[in-house]
């Protein structure tokens, strides 16, 4: 198994992962090399949908007849870590600026900011209506810090994952597992769709930051969700405020959101019975232009989006800057003019997002975008018996076009998708590129 080269070194090293310093050089985990070793493979998998089997075979070193219905241990385990964390945090790491900790019925491993008084808003919520309101918000670093966070990280990028990592070992790794259990059946929507056999490049948005280092090493990363670029630094009141009191930031682009890493692991899984070749770059290192022969399926908000603005510019359902709700540019005699949001409970929520097919560049290549706030949920659209079948509904309905764009409503639990359906859908004009 690859091995995250952010956990290559000690616990007490200063390159170990930022929340999990003082958990592994603790006394509650000081003789449990067993948890000690389930808490890395969780967090370096805490962007993946993982199983019993997988935990027990890969972190607990069981057999490959391992059966989750007649052995507990992964059950056990993971109830011990999770009684472990809450124990740290009452007392070893009390201080502690971040909580990692595992929701019960789940294996997955969250963190969060562990800052009283403060709820963590999503990002398009805690956007505010005029430009200079607009708040910035701080990531911690793995180095000293003496810095207070200026506020919460947003949601959306609780979970942020170091973009190195992301495109090295735990990609190759995962690409060249051969579990047919894993697999799931291909439908002719994907098979049309990658029948020229062109390269298919997922882009995976990672949002701008920008970073301070005063003069004793201590670094200062913030995010301001109106700023999706260097130059566009000054529309921020709250970073021009910075960079007035601590001088010109450095751009950081070094992570990407772990819900979409999430979605593009599954999709590459996906397509694997396919044979296609899946490359990963991020929105900072791949210009539009650069990819003219290539499939490109581009996902994120419209801000992380906001390289391949010109492909958005082509759609008539667009999404407004910060906002929740898509509209309809060019609304006929049906259908709504637009697409709101709706929240079902605290937890629960309606969100629309955009799936738009487009043709590449290239003849027999094709722009693929999923943009929204939880692309994860449209992934799990696409890859769904029940939403490829709703999608080629809509699609029939309209005279089954090779290009068009649908708005997906998915109703989503937290960040876990339940349910997605075609709420509004346009073709393509076609032999327009």
Not at 351 to 356: C, K, N, W
Request: hydrophobic share 35%.
């Amino acid at each position: 198994m690859a091995t995250s080269p952010a956990l290559s070194n000690t616990a007490n090293e200063p390159n170990s992962p930022y929340e999990l310093h003082g958990l592994l050089a603790s006394r509650l985990l000081e003789k449990s090399p067993v948890l000690k070793k389930l808490l890395i493979y969780l967090w370096e998998h805490r962007a993946e949908d993982i199983n019993e089997y997988v935990i027990a075979t890969e972190a607990l070193d069981r057999r490959s007849g391992f059966d989750p219905r007649t052995d507990a241990a992964v059950r056990v385990q993971v109830a011990r870590l999770r009684q472990k964390l809450k124990e740290f945090y009452d007392e070893e790491g009390a201080e502690d600026p971040w909580r990692l900790f595992i929701p019960l019925g789940s294996y997955q491993i969250h963190a969060k900011p562990a800052m009283a008084g403060i709820v963590v808003p999503s990002e398009p919520t805690q956007i505010l209506s005029k430009p200079e309101e607009r708040p910035a918000t701080s990531l911690p670093t793995t180095g000293r810090s003496s810095f207070r966070f200026l506020l919460p990280l947003v949601a959306a990028t609780v979970c942020a994952l170091p973009l190195g990592w992301l495109l090295g070992t735990r990609w190759e790794h995962r690409q060249s597992m051969q579990s047919g259990a894993s697999r799931a059946l291909t439908s002719s929507f994907w098979s049309n769709l990658l029948k020229d056999g062109h390269p298919t490049r997922i882009v995976f948005p990672n949002p701008v930051f920008f970073t301070w280092v005063d003069k004793d090493g201590n670094t200062l990363v913030v995010r301001d969700p109106s700023v999706n670029s260097y130059r566009d630094l000054n529309r921020s009141a709250s970073l021009t405020g910075l960079e007035t009191d601590r001088g010109k930031p450095v751009l950081a682009q070094d992570y990407t959101v772990a819900s979409d890493t999430r979605a593009v692991f599954r999709l590459a899984q996906y397509l694997e019975p396919l044979g296609t070749k899946i490359n990963p770059s991020s929105s900072s290192e791949l210009p539009p232009e650069s990819a003219d022969s290539e499939n490109l399926i581009l996902l994120g908000t419209v801000g992380t989006l906001a390289p391949y603005q010109s492909y958005l510019d082509r759609l008539r359902f667009r999404i407004p800057e910060h906002k929740q709700y898509i509209e309809d540019i060019q609304p006929g005699s049906k259908g709504p003019m637009r697409f709101e949001t709706v929240r079902e409970s605290p937890t629960r929520i309606v969100a629309p997002g955009i799936i738009a097919l487009l043709p590449g560049h290239t003849p027999g290549t094709f722009v693929l975008i999923l943009a929204g706030y939880h692309t994860n949920a449209l992934i799990s659209y696409l890859t769904s018996v029940s939403g490829l079948e709703d999608l080629q509904k809509a699609r029939a309905s309209h005279g089954n076009p090779d290009f068009f764009e649908a708005v997906v409503l998915s109703e989503v639990n937290d960040t876990n998708p339940l349910h997605s359906w075609v709420a509004g859908f346009k073709a393509f004009p076609s032999g327009v590129r």
